[in-house]
């Protein structure tokens, strides 16, 4: 087994299922403390349970990334339990679909730019704030392949939210890495998460979809887009500063 993680400390936001349940287990298989965070306690109990019945240490706070005041206790909650913070991955995110620009409902247009869009803002301030006075760290935010590398209609509101989350990581890796910290995002496909069925869609039915959608067939596992997040965050990616990693099978190539 690999150790890249030992004696490292990693947060990991909307750690309560789908991608973010599947990183922080990943973080915790290879030696990480992992704290997962999230707006409801009890999903994220259950990846704590998943993470300590696999021998790993993880520790759930509740925090919501819409309020800054909330993430920058999630950071103190962390440095607090674990004794610091190494690493942390901005996954927290919704989606509303279904309509063109011109109809895109403005609750819905608010909900995406605060949870998607500043919330990884309010996120990574917190992050940096601490990384940056003590030797600094590594942050992947997850994007997303719809917006920033592909657009098709219907997606509008999501995916400008998504190319905010992309550019927004290359500027403040511009912005920091002169300050000891590594800020990377990968933008995912569709994946094996409750995100990428469309209304009204099985499993099977996505199955069948991709076959004809993506060039490699299928749909991205969740551990395939674990850990392109968990080698931009390790010492092999230490010259990947500002990177968008896709990992879509190839939909947007």
Known sequence: ????????????????SGLGRAIALAFAAEGAKVV?????????EGTVALIEAAGGTATAVTADVADAGSVRELVRRTVEVYGGLDVAVNNAG?????????DFPLDDWRTLLDINVTGVLHALQAEVAHMRAHGGGAIVNIASNLGPHVRIPGVFGYQVSKAAVSALTRAAALDHIADGVRINAVSPGASESAMSLRPGETEADREVRMKQESPLGRISSAAEVAAAVLYLASDAAGSAVGTDLVIDGGVSA
């Open 1 to 16: 087994m690999n150790a890249r993680f030992t004696d490292r400390v990693a947060l990991v936001t909307g750690a309560g």
């Open 36 to 44: 997962v965070a999230g707006r409801t306690a009890e999903p994220l």
């Open 94 to 102: 919704v989606f509303r679909g279904g309509h063109s620009a011109a």
